[in-house]
């Protein structure tokens, strides 16, 4: 499998958050089975602003708001330049360090990315989250491949665009395309006012979410069609939310908020259920052309629930205990039949 150029062994990859900004972090990331780690982004501007980050989680850990802020939460250049340097000392895995400056200026963004690239990294991500308002940016189209073009001509690691929400998938992959960019990552969280509710403080939150996850299968299908190797992500919290990214054609998955919920052993999970679920859909796939095959009934082991004679749509299983004459050897029903009573 290639990702950003180089071999690796899954899907599965550490998103920027919380859980890839420190060494120890990275390291965990690493030991549990991510094949790169994107890093916490990092800024050349950031002023910490003195305050904390905060989180909420719903009850049932299906949403996770964050309330931060870009002084808040970024890490600072030095920081990264660290971490990346001992990451690669300490990891064998793709470390992938993310820059967000909040300028247009391509002299700022060349000069970070360069002093990540010197201190080791395999490529970069770049994150445009803190742009505001980037649609009513004026000539925001020029702008962006300037500043794409600019990167990518002093670096000779690849670079790696994060898209969000914010941006259209079709709008976004015309600019991308013209800048000459092959690589892309997604999606960030919303961004979102939550009204009336005591516990927050700031005027807008980060929203994440498996809700989110039409949203990142819609970007992904339209990145990976507009010919982008795509490293996708959002709302992901299993293997086969991941596995059916790849389908659509991403070459890697990216994980924050259920690495953040439910523990770094959820790489190596999800990886290898991932992997299952890929086996089992072209099994699916490449059982339609094997021919010969027929489903039979071994009635010693069937309770006769029925399931199927319901649940299969093809007339043969209906009466597959008589008749496997037309079988084609889709082998649906015995994934149906939970007794083992139908082999292929
Ligand atoms: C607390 C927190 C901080 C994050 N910080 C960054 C960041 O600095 N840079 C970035 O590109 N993405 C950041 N993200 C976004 C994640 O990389 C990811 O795109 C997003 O959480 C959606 O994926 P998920 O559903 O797997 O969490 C952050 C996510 C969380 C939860
Ligand atoms: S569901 Fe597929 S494998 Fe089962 S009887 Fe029908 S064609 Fe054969
Ligand atoms: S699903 Fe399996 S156990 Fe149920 S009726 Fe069909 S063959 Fe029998």
Redesign the pocket.
């Known amino acids: 499998m290639k990702f950003l150029g180089y071999e690796v062994n899954g899907y599965v990859v550490a ?4 859980a890839t900004e420190c060494i120890e972090n990275v390291v965990k990331c690493a030991e549990n089975g991510a094949q790169a780690v ?1 890093l ?2 990092a800024s050349s501007s950031r002023t910490n602003d003195g305050k904390k980050r905060r ?1 909420y989680i719903d009850y049932e850990k299906k949403q ?1 708001w ?1 309330e ?1 802020g870009f002084d808040r ?2 890490l600072l250049i030095d920081e990264a330049v660290e971490l990346t340097k001992s990451a690669k000392l300490r990891t064998g895995i793709l470390i992938i360090p ?1 820059v ?1 400056e909040l300028t247009y200026d391509t002299k700022q963004w060349v000069e970070t990315c360069k002093r990540l690239e010197n201190a080791g990294a395999d490529a970069l ?1 770049l ?1 445009f ?1 803190y742009f505001n308002d980037m649609l009513c940016e004026d000539g925001l189209k020029e702008k962006m491949i300037t500043l794409l073009k600019a990167v990518m001509n002093e670096l000779s690691i690849p670079i790696m665009p ?1 898209v969000n929400h914010n941006l259209p998938a079709s709008y976004i992959a015309k600019i991308f395309r013209e800048a000459g960019v092959k690589y892309v990552s997604l ?3 919303v961004r979102s006012v939550l009204p009336n509710n005591p516990i927050f403080e700031g005027k807008s939150l ?1 929203v ?2 498996e809700w ?1 996850f039409p949203l990142t299968k819609q970007y992904t299908k339209i990145l990976v069609d507009s010919g982008f190797e795509v490293c996708a ?4 919290t299993n293997g086969s939310m991941a596995a059916e990214l790849v389908e659509l054609g991403a070459s890697t998955v ?5 690495i ?1 919920l439910n523990g770094y052993a959820r790489f190596s999970e999800i990886e290898k259920e991932c992997k299952q679920c890929m086996q089992k859909m072209d099994r699916h796939r490449n059982s339609h052309f094997i021919e010969n095959r027929k489903a039979s009934v071994n009635l010693s082991k069937c309770t006769g629930c029925g399931r199927c004679k319901v649940q299969c749509f093809c007339n043969v299983a209906k009466d597959l205990v008589n008749d496997n004459t037309q079988c084609e050897g889709c082998g649906l029903c015995a994934d149906i039949c939970k007794s083992g009573a139908i082999t292929i």
């Open positions: 998103a920027s958050c919380p994107i916490k982004s989180c996770f964050s931060s939460e970024m993310s967000c991500q994150d989250f994060k999606l960030d969280s980060s994440f979410g989110m992500g959002g709302g992901v990216q994980i924050a908020m259920e953040l």
